[in-house]
């Protein structure tokens, strides 16, 4: 597929051709799980065949050691690149807590070991920390984009997080102008060409784009950066992450002079981040709170409280005509809020009343909000109704109202099985990586009313 003249932005900047890009694949119905794909690398559909002939290749047959990004639709290139006994490396995400985590083949691991393999968690579990004085030697780079253009140039979500890795390998000696780099995309993110002029000295190109049913080598190759510009990164993002301090004070030892941008690096992430503040401030804003049983009866003591304390400095003050007056509308506002707190209950019980399946999740860290739930949560495509959240006992509760069954399919199980498949090797909060911080889910007996905590009010 291939978009039209009409459909190409007219605005010329990096982030106007990824928002057609991501808008495009959503239209047409081109993305797999997650399905929002916009901030994402996409996981496009036909990711595994595109993997399948990438892996077809003489430069991924013959390389041993391939760094590879932690993106969904380059989870197949993982697969394939560890059943083809071949170490791999993936960065950390967003480089918080180092550079890489290097997993090596595992001797007689069965394909399924190996597609839990390479999975992010899997990764995690099984990788080794690589920090930057590693002396290893990257054969093969395979990077996710957003869009690429024939004549190489690559657009990446817009963090800078592949651009600031290739260029700590780079510093680390671990690639070189030869490295090849491929990138694996649908086809209609493949255009013919991108503006040159809305790239920079630090933009990583691609040598080959391999699509589920083209293989395209740029020829001429487009230069790599060759060492970590300092003059484009802040101080703050360089705080952010530890390798860059690090690397930052290497070069400061060697005597070279380092010079700081002053102003903040991440302009399109300002502007990206800033307007899902505002999107989320006006979501939140609008929403209104349905307090739980214990809430109601605490405002409803709250505002009898407030009656009787604006009652009593009155009536000294007012006459006997005007007490009358006044203890009647103080009497119709104690009404007025028992009316509104018995609504509520109402709603409350009605609510409850409808959950048809319960979840339950242990072995919560005792670190993780529930913001942290909500957001793990949305990842994979998962909307409770209502989280009974008892995070202090490590553990909470999913409800789930009105369970769809496909009536074409009788003998088809409700969504229960995939919402537990969904749920499996969560990890939330927790950067050990250890299989043991994983959430355990189940299905939940009924709970109580009085443990039913109202989401909207944490």
Request: hydrophobic fraction near 35%; charged fraction near 30%.
């Amino acid at each position: 597929m291939k978009m039209t003249e009409e459909q190409l932005p007219q605005e010329v900047t990096k982030h106007s051709f990824r928002q057609k890009v991501w808008d495009y694949l959503m239209t047409n119905d081109l993305v797999n799980f997650p399905l929002t794909v916009h901030d994402r690398i996409p996981n496009f559909k036909g990711a595994a065949e595109a993997a399948q002939r990438l892996a077809q290749l003489d430069d991924f047959k013959q390389a041993k050691v391939i760094k590879i990004n932690p993106d969904k639709p380059q989870e197949p290139v993982r697969f394939l690149a560890l059943e083809a006994n071949k170490e791999i490396l993936v960065p950390i995400p967003k480089l918080k807590s180092g550079l890489f985590v290097h997993v090596t083949p595992v001797a007689g691991a069965s394909k399924n070991e190996l597609r839990t393999l390479s999975k992010i968690h899997g990764l995690i579990v099984a990788g080794k920390p690589l920090g930057i004085d590693s002396k290893i030697k990257i054969d093969l780079v395979v990077l996710g984009s957003v869009c690429v253009s024939r004549d190489g140039y690559r657009l990446g979500k817009g963090k800078g997080f592949a651009d600031l890795e290739f260029a700590m390998m780079m510093r680390m000696g671990a690639v070189t102008q030869d490295t090849i780099v491929i990138t694996t995309v649908h086809d209609c993110q493949v255009f013919d060409s991108l503006p040159p002029q809305i790239f920079k000295e630090y933009d990583v190109p691609v040598d080959i784009i391999v699509t589920p049913t083209q293989t395209i080598i740029v020829n001429p190759k487009l230069k790599k950066p060759s060492c970590i510009i300092w003059h484009m990164l802040s101080e703050r993002r360089i705080k952010s992450m530890q390798v860059l301090q690090q690397l930052k004070e290497m070069d400061e030892k060697e005597g070279k002079i380092v010079t700081l941008k002053e102003e903040d690096s991440d302009i399109e992430t300002q502007k990206s981040n800033r307007s899902h503040y505002i999107k989320n401030k006006r979501r939140f804003k609008a929403r209104k709170p349905v307090s739980s049983v214990n809430d109601v009866n605490e405002e409803g003591e709250k505002q009898e409280v407030k009656a009787n304390l604006l009652k009593k400095r009155t009536s000294n003050k007012m006459k006997s005509g005007d007490d009358n007056v006044f203890s009647n509308k103080v009497e119709e506002k104690v009404e007025s809020n028992d009316k509104n707190m018995q609504r509520r209950k109402n709603l409350r019980l009605k609510s409850k009343s409808q959950v048809e399946f319960s979840l339950k999740l242990s072995n919560i860290s005792s670190g993780v909000r529930i913001r942290d739930l909500k957001n793990a949560l949305l990842e994979r495509g998962i909307k409770p109704n209502e989280i009974t959240w008892l995070g202090h006992r490590g553990i909470c509760y999913l409800h789930f109202n009105k369970l769809r069954k496909n009536s074409s399919l009788p003998d088809e199980p409700i969504q229960v099985d995939s919402i537990m498949a969904n749920l499996q090797q969560l990890c939330i909060g927790v950067s050990s990586g250890n299989i043991n911080d994983f959430i355990t889910v189940k299905p939940a007996k009924s709970i109580s009313r009085i443990e039913v905590t109202d989401v909207s009010s944490v």
